[in-house]
């Protein structure tokens, strides 16, 4: 499985951005979804999952009134809507994919397949 990321970029505090990740599975549902990030500096960390049908999501706490994680499994692709950007949102952000559900408690090694990463730059 391929996974391309898009949509990242420069945006002001407060903005909004939508980010998307095409995916090149033969059966997209067959695979839960995830996005996860990481700052300059710092930890590569969890941010938002969801299942195979999009049926189920799951969030770091401190993300979750912020972002919102979807998927088309017609259009094999999982987005990450973020609102109310702020500056410590600046990150490479990654989606990733796994035959398991990806949750915060997941180990990150053990997660099948990895984005590029797509930078998103909030500037204060």
């Known amino acids: 499985v391929q996974l391309q990321a898009s949509g990242g970029g420069l945006v002001q505090a407060g903005g909004s951005l939508r980010l998307s990740c095409a995916a090149s599975?033969?059966?997209?549902?067959?695979?839960?979804m995830g996005w996860f990030r990481q700052a300059p500096g710092k930890e590569r960390e969890f941010v938002a999952g969801?299942?195979?049908?999009?049926?189920?999501?799951g969030y770091a706490n401190s993300l979750k009134e912020r972002f919102t994680i979807s998927r088309d499994n017609d259009k094999n692709t999982v987005y990450l809507q973020m609102i109310s950007l702020k500056p410590e949102d600046t990150a490479v952000y990654y989606c990733?994919?796994?035959?398991?559900?990806?949750?915060?408690?997941?180990?990150?090694?053990?997660?099948?397949?990895w984005g590029q990463g797509t930078q998103v730059t909030v500037s204060s």
């Open positions: 990733a994919a796994d035959t398991s559900l990806i949750t915060a408690s997941r180990t990150m090694g053990a997660i099948d397949y």
């Open positions: 599975a033969r059966r997209f549902s067959n695979y839960a």
């Open positions: 969801i299942s195979w049908s999009g049926g189920n999501t």
